[in-house]
């Protein structure tokens, strides 16, 4: 699976948009794309994931460049329980075997 | 989502003794569970990955017989701590994925400390 490279630490006053970027210009094209947040001493959570369509849901935007390099998740309207590290990870979804690769991921602070 | 359950949500034993460790998949049959610990500020490492009926496959550097894991059914599979010591202590979590969930997703239990004395 490619690897990722996320920025360390990110601010985000509450109420405006966060947005995470993230590297992956060894992605190959049958892997895609995944994104989990970890709010502290709880299990990861799910976010959204994408091949090379933007994609949207009730909790993020996902946007993917034409050349699949590099992502961008996007928090509409960032929250203070949207403190969180969060992950982007690359894998080829087949198969109940494939582990995932975790990073050190983004620590997001959302301000007052 | 497909919901995740862990049992302990924390732990306290003393060194030398064994701890078990419960996940569940309460709405959905985990063919495949992912066993994860955590130290504090690091990220999450991957243990085992456990097939239902089948022995677990450790990661290099896990000692297997002294985290045991045990899958022998599609909701639930557990986690042992044999002869568990100070340095044991961590955040451990399971995930789970199985043929129902869309492209093989992975989710999460909410983590079970472990603080050994």
């Known amino acids: 699976d ?13 109420g405006r948009a966060a947005n995470l970027p993230c590297n992956h210009s060894t992605i190959s094209g049958n892997e895609y794309v995944y994104w989990y947040r970890q709010i502290h001493s709880q299990g990861p959570q799910y976010i959204i994931h994408g091949l090379k369509n933007n994609e949207t849901n009730e909790m993020a935007s996902l946007i ?6 590099s992502s961008t998740l996007i928090l509409p309207h960032a929250t203070l329980r949207d403190t969180a590290v969060y ?19 983004t620590s997001l602070a959302v301000n007052p | 989502g497909a919901v995740v359950s862990q049992h302990p949500s924390w732990v306290i034993c003393k ?8 996940c569940r998949s309460l709405d959905f049959q985990a063919t495949t569970m992912f066993w994860y610990r955590q130290f504090p500020k690091q990220s999450l490492m991957l243990m085992a990955t456990s097939n239902e009926g089948s022995k677990a496959t450790y990661e290099q550097g896990v ?8 899958h022998a059914s599609l909701t639930l599979s557990t986690l042992t701590v044999t002869s568990a010591h100070p340095e044991d202590s961590s ?3 399971c995930s789970a994925s199985g043929p129902g969930l869309v492209l093989y997703e992975q989710f999460f239990g909410p983590g079970t400390r472990l603080t050994v004395l």
């Open chain 1, 2 to 14: 490619a690897k990722t490279t996320q920025p360390p630490s990110m601010d985000c006053a509450e």
């Open chain 1, 64 to 69: 993917i460049t034409e050349d699949r390099k």
């Open chain 1, 87 to 105: 992950y982007c990870i690359v894998r080829v979804p087949s198969g109940n075997n494939r582990k995932l690769i975790w990073g050190l991921g």
């Open chain 2, 15 to 22: 060194s030398g003794t064994s701890v078990k460790i419960e």
């Open chain 2, 63 to 70: 000692e297997k017989d002294k985290f045991l894991i045990n």
């Open chain 2, 91 to 93: 955040f451990y979590i």
